[in-house]
């Protein structure tokens, strides 16, 4: 049980594009889900934090505008990487939970993003 | 301030001997503790988790944890390495103060295992 579901798994975009990805709870439904990006060799940094019906709340330094959130259902969240630039290439990884800060997450697969 | 501090960023083990994963964390509250692992291009797969029941956890593929409060301590064992443990670990604290929920997580320590 709780699976998350993340897709793509991969993308390539050219500059300027914008790339939405998919994460889906699909046999739990999930109150709240996070956005995490990872670099190369480092650990997770907490994108923004969206919850089902709700504005995400985003960290500091993310661009909201840049990095769209939405939090559709109790099952969807999706992520909408606007406008691309090389620089947002990255290993994206969503992560869901049911219930309060004793309740472990759940991950995706993650999605490699390249712009190119 | 609350921190989770992983001591080793590489750890490099003979197959078939023990692992010892060290993380200590900083919190004025009782949190809850996760062990992760994450293979290459992939999520994080939760290995076991401390939530203030028994301070020894029991995780998935032989893993486990003991919760040492008096010295802020969830360090992940394993009795005997296997090729497949060859992976990034990440120690999470979440909950670690009453009046916010924020999610820890340590920078990781990646596993080696020599054949």
């Known amino acids: 049980g709780a699976v998350v579901s993340q897709h793509p798994s991969r993308v390539i975009c050219k500059s300027g594009t914008s790339v939405k990805i998919e994460c889906r709870s699909l046999?739990?439904?999930?109150?709240?889900m996070f956005w995490y990006r990872q670099f190369p060799k480092k650990s997770l940094m907490l994108m923004a934090t969206s919850n089902e019906g709700s504005k995400a709340t985003y960290e500091q330094g993310v661009e909201k505008d840049k990095f769209l959130i939405n939090h559709a259902s109790l099952t969807l969240s999706t992520l909408t990487v606007t406008s691309a630039h090389p620089e947002d290439s990255s290993f994206y990884i969503c992560s869901a939970r049911v219930g309060g800060s004793g309740s472990p997450l759940h991950f995706g697969n993650g999605t490699r993003l390249t712009v190119t | 301030a609350q921190s989770v501090t992983q001591l080793d960023s590489h750890v490099s083990v003979s197959e078939g001997t023990p692992v010892l994963l060290r993380c200590n964390y900083s919190s004025s509250y009782s949190p809850s503790l996760f062990w992760y692992v994450q293979h290459p291009n992939k999520g994080l797969q939760l290995l076991l988790k401390?939530?203030?029941?028994?301070?020894l956890v029991k995780g998935i593929n032989g893993f486990e944890a003991e919760f040492k409060k008096s010295e802020t301590s969830f360090h992940l064992t394993k009795p005997s390495a296997h090729m497949s443990d060859a992976a990034e670990y990440f120690c999470?604290?979440?909950?670690?103060?009453?009046?916010?929920?924020?999610?820890?997580f340590g920078k990781g320590t990646r596993l080696h295992i020599l054949p």
């Open positions: 999470v604290v979440s909950g670690l103060t009453n009046r916010d929920d924020k999610i820890i």
């Open positions: 046999d739990f439904q999930a109150t709240t």
């Open positions: 401390y939530t203030s029941a028994a301070t």
